[in-house]
DNA sequence: ATCAATTGCGTAATGCTATAACGTGTGCGA
DNA sequence: TCGCACACGTTATAGCATTACGCAATTGAT
């Protein structure tokens, strides 16, 4: 998927996410852009929508949150499953890639005949840097 | 972790998951459960929080929703990652333990020396039935 | 037996997350 | 010019979860 120019709003959103230090929720996307003009969820959601299409936006299921994504030029969103290690304490998130546990959970989907489209892999705990 | 007598809320709670062939709201429980003398979101909360603590309850992230474990007797639970494959046409969920992507996730983990404490793997798509 | 601490319960209010429904404007090809 | 697709703005509503308060039952010392 390759990404379309961005527009006003989809951009504002964007740029957001990119420059924060951890995952933020809509609400709070919507928050820091109403000096913008955003006034409703509805702005902030749909321009995710179209992020999250694009692939350039992830959504942290267990947190309620989004995140720009870490590796945008890496085409290994198309081919495999992404997952996320999230820090309770300071928000920091690591995203990585693993093919040998996604052949895994993919193969055992396979043998149950199930078809996959979507998936989350999240770890929530604590950072090198918060885990005293 | 060694389930205590539950209590009537929670047995209640607990038995509506156990019945359904899907998982279930919280607000869902609730309706099932206002013949029953449930009357405020609080009283499925209190009751889901304490099931999931004893391990008999899992969260379904992606979905907002509940699930009985259906493996209650394995103790796979105490010492790896449970995963869910969720039906978008039916519900249906099945829930699924692996060593190899456990042990290959704490690996990556620990290399980041990213102290774990919780996981979420959900895989949302078609189960065999459904998939046409 | 009594007191204190813990746990569960009931109710009301509130807060957070997400979508539905309606209408407007703009660009673009038929 | 018409029709369509798309982005946008606004209001209202739906759905999910927690905070706060008080009371009752249980437990476990003293
Ligand atoms: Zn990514
Ligand atoms: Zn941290
Ligand atoms: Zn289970
Ligand atoms: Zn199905």
Redesign the pocket.
Known sequence: MTT?QL????ALVFDTLTKAEAPL????ILDKLRDH???????V???L??LLEYGVVH?LESI??FVACAHPDENCHSHGLVAFAICESCGQVIEFHDHEVDHRLMGWLKSQKFKAEKSTIEIRGHCASCAA
């Open positions: 379309p527009t006003k709003n989809q929720s809509a609400y709070t003009g955003f006034r409703a969820p509805l702005q959601y749909r321009a929508d179209k959504r309620n949150s």
